[in-house]
């Protein structure tokens, strides 16, 4: 079974900056999350994809958004990138049927200068 | 928005000894989640609680759904070196997708 695997490891991006960020599901799985988490605190819930579409958000500007690929893959773009975007960005995977069991990726390290 | 409080925010211990942590909120969650994280790593899923009062056991770990369905506990017994690392709450409430995530528990164990 594969886990989650996320790409890249590291990024070191400049203000102003637009990133995309990749996720590949773990096998089985069909919904994807995205989380955002600063140094020091827990992760924050970004949004979640199902079946394609976007399946909840939390608190965060438009600028931030997503795709998920019809093999239940993701990424997440972050237009117009601002100092405080720098942070670790997670991806869980989980089953529709049981969403709350969240799989997480090792995380994309964001480094905005 | 929710907020989970978890507590104590760290800990150093000797190892051999027993570990408790908990999880408080002021809303109702349905669903309750334990994720260990270690440096350069994603949180990884130990233990999910999914009713009330419910007692679940992943080896050494031991965590608990809250009566009031507002509160959770992880213990860990005969603490070992490999469970160094920051624990994590999480809860789900009723018809949410996302999970709300405590701000951790750091747990140092000296040999």
């Known amino acids: 079974e594969t886990g989650v695997t996320q790409s890249p490891t590291h990024l070191i991006k400049t203000r102003g900056q637009q990133v995309t960020l990749r996720c590949s599901s773990q096998s089985g799985h069909n919904t994807v999350s995205w989380y955002q988490q600063a140094l020091g605190q827990g992760p924050q819930f970004i949004f979640q994809?199902?079946?394609?579409?976007?399946?909840g958000r939390g608190n965060f500007p438009p600028r931030f958004s997503g795709l998920q690929f019809p093999n239940y893959s993701s990424e997440l773009n972050v237009n117009a990138l601002e100092l405080d975007d720098s942070a670790l960005y997670l991806c869980?995977?989980?089953?529709?049927?049981?969403?709350?069991?969240?799989?997480f990726g090792p995380g994309t390290r964001l480094t905005v200068t | 928005g929710q907020q989970l409080n978890q507590s104590p925010q760290s800990m150093f211990i000797q190892e051999g000894e027993d570990v408790s942590m908990n999880c408080t909120s002021s809303s109702i969650f349905n669903t309750w989640l334990w994720y260990k994280q270690e440096p350069g790593e994603g949180p990884v899923l130990l233990i999910a609680l999914y009713k009330a009062g419910e007692l679940t056991s992943n080896g050494r770990l031991t965590a608990q759904f809250g009566i009031t369905r507002k509160d959770s506990f992880l213990n860990i017994s005969a603490s070992i070196p490999s469970d160094v690392g920051i624990y994590f709450c999480a809860g789900r409430l009723q018809g949410a997708q996302k999970l709300v995530f405590g701000q951790g528990t750091r747990l140092t164990i000296n040999p």
């Open positions: 994809y199902y079946r394609e579409e976007e399946n």
């Open positions: 869980a995977s989980s089953f529709s049927g049981t969403s709350y069991e969240q799989y």
